[in-house]
């Protein structure tokens, strides 16, 4: 039923296509990197916001299924935050049951957004679900709300907030971790991943699209931390940082003047890669759900891929190469 419905988005979009043509992307390219010596493929999506709704449910599965039929097997599929809209258990049982049934990834790595902190009963609680869920639906063993972990050899890092507000907040103890982890990390002399539901602060033309009427300078980013979670991760080379959060869709560089932001940013060899929200359609940029950005790592180089998972098609006028140093 999941696969007739999806392909029948997929004719509706391709008769779309014939007008609009190539704004709508490739629907023929295989799910495999673009070239063979690929090291390390993986997906990304963020913003997921379940709740015990059904259809939201079923919207989560096109994307599974999307990753499970990958022509080259994904390594990991990579989710940024906000799982669940309040952090109910009834809504991470949901997020689990989405899953049943599906092999998305070699790995799955699960990151806590704000939305993941608002139970009714207690931030305790909360971080509590957190880790539960994480062996539950990625077979994880964690402590907290931050963890590392490698895959083929290269380094995830995800953040969490310590506390149950909009910006996050991670402690000392926290930053510390960080710290250590990103020196360990670049004793291998491979890319790092870190993944943090919130963007660093004035990052994708932050303050201004998180859409207050009055923005605050940290609004929509990580907040009081910010500056030194950014100083970190920019003492090292060859840094990706994914977040979510922010609900833009797709723009690049020469859609800047037009949206006021770029999905990834670089800053030397430090590249902040911003994701669409998966579940709702976006307010700005590329108008569209069910989106996010595949990751191809290569020796030299690694190129950041923009795919609608619940129609099956490539965005490529959204392909970003960087050269690593």
């Known amino acids: 039923m999941f696969t007739f419905i999806r392909s029948l988005v997929a004719v509706i979009m391709s008769l779309l296509s014939v ?5 709508f992307g490739d629907f023929t390219a295989d799910t495999k990197p673009l070239k063979d010596d690929c090291r390390l493929y993986f997906a990304t999506i963020s913003d997921i916001h379940m709740t015990e709704e059904t259809a939201r449910r079923d919207m989560l599965r096109f994307g599974l299924e999307d990753f499970e039929n990958s022509t080259y097997p994904l390594d990991a599929v990579v989710l940024s935050g906000d799982l669940t809209d309040h952090g109910e258990e009834a809504e991470w049982e949901m997020l689990k049951e989405a899953f049943d049934g599906y092999t998305p990834a070699k790995n799955i790595i699960l990151a806590q957004g704000n939305h993941d902190t608002w139970t009714e009963e207690s931030f305790e609680k909360a971080q509590e679900l957190f880790i539960t869920y994480n062996k539950e639906i990625a077979d994880r063993e964690i402590e907290n709300v931050y963890y590392s972990t490698k895959i083929n050899g290269y380094t995830f890092i995800v953040l969490g907030s310590e506390t149950d507000r909009t910006s996050a907040y991670m402690s000392d103890t926290q930053l510390e971790w960080l710290s250590a982890e990103m020196e360990k990390a670049s004793e291998d002399g491979l890319p790092i991943f870190v993944v943090s539901h919130w963007p660093i602060n004035e ?36 840094v990706f940082m994914i977040s979510g959060h922010i609900h833009s869709g797709f723009a690049k560089e020469s859609q800047k003047n037009v949206y006021g932001y770029v999905s990834v940013e670089s800053d030397g060899s430090f590249h902040s890669v911003n994701l669409p929200q998966y579940m709702y359609m976006t307010l700005r940029g590329r108008i569209a759900n069910g989106t996010g950005f595949n990751f191809e790592v290569y020796e030299d180089e690694v190129i950041i891929r923009a795919r609608s998972y619940s129609a099956g098609v490539w965005y490529t006028d959204y392909n970003w190469t960087i050269e690593l140093v």
């Open 203 to 238: 990052s994708h033309g932050l303050p201004e699209t998180w859409g207050d009427d009055e923005p605050e300078i940290d609004d929509g980013g990580i907040g009081d931390q910010s500056a030194r979670v950014e100083e970190i991760l920019k003492s090292y080379e060859n």
């Open 19 to 23: 007008c609009f043509s190539p704004i």
